[in-house]
């Protein structure tokens, strides 16, 4: 009897940053009625809506956490603008529409602060998505998942559904994308600082480091994914992010990695190289009305705990 009350939460992207973080939040706190199927793109490709009915067909989801996307750096976004946006097009709306032929009535979707306006004022919060265009730089990505939004809204209108989404600040952690070309910020630095220990070469810093940005730690955003899943009701996305306060410059943050990997060679500015937007701060006001008592790891917990990750995985990495 109690198994026909189980949920089944299909997650899709379920090998990547996010999906790995999301399975460590379910393993650290099991819920009884939870089962939880972590999809890749070998299960099903999901830009195709046939192979996706069947993956739902097949895993039968009550609830499905959609990560599964193109994602990458800024030269990624740069050189592949027609991949990201049709790439991501495709996945969303067959993810979006097979789920709702399967009568799923709690999706939630993954967006990303890149998303919101070039232009703007800060703190950028969740009523901001749709004020404006996105940087030209990662526009096929970033008009791909806002219309993940628009489609929530669609489907909940016309059919009932309670389709929402959550937005990230930059994640980090185990299983992330160590490559020094593609990889975003903080795992490119942990590559770097590993193979400076290794050379004994100096450690450079690139611009000024005194951009500022915050960082979410991937067991963090998977136990907020599932409060999500459980406790938010809204069709509107939320931001999951430390607070504003907690911001770090990108000089703090290779500190705190070189301390981490135990570096202790030179490090140097090259302040010839661009700095990237200032920063792109936005309010947690909304989770931190709603979940208040939430408690993110502290910033240099989590870098040693990815650190030390990326140490012992070193062969296998993604990089
Ligand atoms: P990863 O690159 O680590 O993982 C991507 C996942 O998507 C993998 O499981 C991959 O499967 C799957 N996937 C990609 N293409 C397809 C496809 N055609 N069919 C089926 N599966 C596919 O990404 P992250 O974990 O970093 O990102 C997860 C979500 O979080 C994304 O939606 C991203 O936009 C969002 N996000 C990420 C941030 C970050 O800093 N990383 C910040 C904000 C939002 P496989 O392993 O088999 O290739």
């Given amino acids: ?33 939870e089962e939880f199927y972590f999809a890749t793109s070998k299960d099903a490709d999901l830009r195709d809506l046939e192979q996706t009915r069947a993956l739902f067909a097949k895993v039968k ?39 709702h032929e399967a009568g799923i009535d709690k999706v ?29 730089s990662n526009e096929g990505y970033a008009l791909a998942k806002r219309l993940i939004d628009t489609a929530n809204r669609c489907y909940n209108e016309q059919h009932g559904r309670h389709f929402t989404s959550v937005i990230p600040t930059n ?13 975003h910020v903080l795992p490119a630095l942990i590559h770097r600082a590993y193979n400076c220990k290794q050379s004994g070469e100096d450690f450079v810093i690139w611009g000024t480091g005194s951009p500022l940005r915050q960082f979410i730690y991937s067991k963090d955003l998977g136990k907020l994914f599932l409060w999500v899943l459980r406790e938010y009701h809204e069709s509107d996305p939320i931001i999951l992010s430390v607070g504003e306060e907690d911001e770090v410059s990108i000089k703090q943050a290779a500190e705190t990695v070189l301390s981490a990997i135990g570096f202790e ?27 208040p008592d939430f408690e993110f790891t502290p910033f240099e917990q989590a870098i040693q705990e990815s650190v030390d990750w990326f140490v012992a995985n070193y062969e296998t990495a993604r990089k």
């Fill in 1 to 33: 009897m109690a198994d026909t009350q189980k949920k089944m939460i299909l997650v899709t992207g379920g090998s990547g940053l996010v999906g790995h973080g999301i399975r460590l939040a379910a393993e650290a706190e099991p819920h009884e009625d």
């Fill in 61 to 99: 989801p009550t609830h499905v956490i959609h990560l599964a996307a193109r994602v990458g750096g800024l030269f990624a976004n740069m050189n592949y603008k027609v991949e990201f946006l049709r790439e991501n097009l495709l996945i969303n709306d067959c993810v979006l529409q097979a789920a």
């Fill in 108 to 136: 939630v979707s993954c967006l990303s602060t890149c998303i919101f306006p070039d232009k703007t004022t800060y703190p950028i919060d969740e009523t901001m998505v749709h004020n404006g265009p996105p940087h030209r």
């Fill in 171 to 183: 994640v980090f952690g185990p299983h992330d994308n160590y490559n020094l070309q593609n990889g």
């Fill in 265 to 291: 060679g030179n490090v140097v500015q090259d302040t010839t190289k661009a700095d990237g937007q200032f920063k792109k701060t936005a309010s947690n006001a909304k989770l931190c009305a709603l979940n």
